[in-house]
């Protein structure tokens, strides 16, 4: 028996066929190519069924599996990738507006200031209006707020929802990708099985918090509506 190899290089270097040195060590197959002179007038023909030097792995499925498996992952990074760029965009964009708002509404409070000084004949008059309640308030009033100014909360709500939003979803894509290991064999289906399992329990740690949260807020009188001052 010959090497397979000797058939991939007669069908890289097909004038091999005819080069008689180089079939001197193969005497059973330079008498072959005596008798069927057709396989050297059309060696393609007969070397159709010799792959190459990777063909050997064409039909290993576990190459395939890990091919599949760099495959999806390439693909998720370009997702993670584009995720990260639109983010950045849209911080970079809400950035210029915010800042832009906050130029404009710092020009209005200054001209409010300015006509405001301008009513104020002599610096007695100024002094004394300093010295009242609205007077000390207009002194050290800072630049208006950017935002609308957050409604008062009497117990720690949007953190709690935050968490339990975060945990259903770690929750539902570790199931996905628990899911997703069962399509695949050996190496690709460990790896997803591990991801899985780690976003599953990140998510349910997400949920947990969430629930030691509402329960400590609840014990320590958080969740009680705050108290009216009526004037």
Not at 48 to 69: A, C, F, I, L, T
Not at 200 to 215: N, P
Request: hydrophobic share 50%.
């Amino acid at each position: 028996m010959y090497p397979p190899a000797l058939g991939r290089v007669l069908k890289l270097d097909q004038s091999l066929l005819g080069n008689k040195d180089y079939l001197a060590p193969y005497p059973v197959l330079g008498t072959f190519l005596d008798q069927h002179p057709e396989v050297i007038r059309n060696p393609a023909y007969f070397l159709e069924n010799v792959h190459g030097y990777n063909s050997g792995y064409d039909n290993d499925p576990k190459r395939r599996q890990r091919e599949e498996m760099l495959g999806v992952l390439a693909g998720f990074a370009v997702f993670i990738a584009f995720l990260v760029f639109t983010g950045v965009v849209i911080w970079i964009i809400r950035l210029i507006v915010a800042h832009r708002r906050w130029n404009r509404l710092s020009k209005v409070q200054y001209e409010v200031h300015s006509k405001l000084l301008d009513r104020f004949t002599s610096n007695d008059d100024l002094l004394a209006y300093i010295q009242t309640p609205a007077g000390r308030r207009f002194l050290e009033s800072a630049p208006l707020p950017m935002q609308d100014a957050p409604r008062s909360m009497a117990a720690p709500f949007s953190r709690i929802l935050w968490s339990v939003q975060a945990g259903v979803v770690l929750a539902i894509t570790g199931v996905g990708l628990l899911w997703v290991s069962t399509r695949f064999l050996d190496e690709p289906a460990q790896f997803f099985m591990v991801i899985g399992i780690l976003t599953l329990a990140l998510g349910g740690g997400f949920i947990i918090s969430a629930a030691a949260a509402y329960v400590l807020s609840r014990r320590l009188g958080l969740l009680d509506p705050p108290a009216i001052n009526h004037a």
